[in-house]
């Protein structure tokens, strides 16, 4: 049998474990759900909005949909879809959320749909990573630490990022 100081020490390594790999990991698990690429957009002088992106990969059998994004550094926190349209820039605020049809991927990046954070409630130009939280119309709520970067360093991180 197992004493309670054992099942203690695996208790918090496993919450240790569980914290550590969502803070510096770049893909998390998440109910059939494979969360990776996820990053914030460095604010350029005194904007008072920015973007999120994220890539999101559904291995259910069933469909999913992102019905929300919340954040607590922005009073207002929406999915955009942005296209050009006669040279036009268009956003448009997606209220019913983004379908992620089974087995298939949904991937906000720039230039495409995105997480718009808007209305900045804190400066995020010294701070590191900011918590996102991901709403699911199944698969429920999960809060993600976002790193906040430029696209220099986003590129930059990919190029160094190697599998061994």
Do not use: C
Request: proline share 1%; aromatic share 8%; net charge positive.
């Amino acid at each position: 049998m197992y004493s309670l100081k054992h099942l203690l020490n695996f208790v918090f390594s496993f919450i240790l474990i569980l914290l550590s790999s969502q803070s510096f990991s770049e893909t998390i698990s998440f109910k059939g759900l494979v969360l990776s690429d996820f990053w914030i957009k460095k604010v350029i002088a005194n904007n008072n909005t920015t973007s999120g992106y994220i890539k999101i990969e559904n291995k259910n059998e069933k469909n999913e949909r992102l019905i929300s994004v919340e954040s607590d550094f922005s009073k207002i926190t929406e999915l955009h879809d942005m296209k050009i349209k006669n040279d036009i820039m268009i956003m448009k605020h997606l209220e019913e959320g983004v379908l992620i049809k089974s087995k298939s991927q949904l991937n906000l990046k720039p230039g495409s749909s995105h997480i718009m954070f808007i209305d900045l409630t804190k400066s995020l130009k010294k701070i590191k990573n900011q918590k996102v939280k991901f709403n699911f119309e199944k698969a429920g709520s999960i809060v993600i630490n976002m790193p906040i970067m430029n696209k220099t360093e986003k590129s930059n991180k990919k190029k160094k990022h190697r599998h061994h």
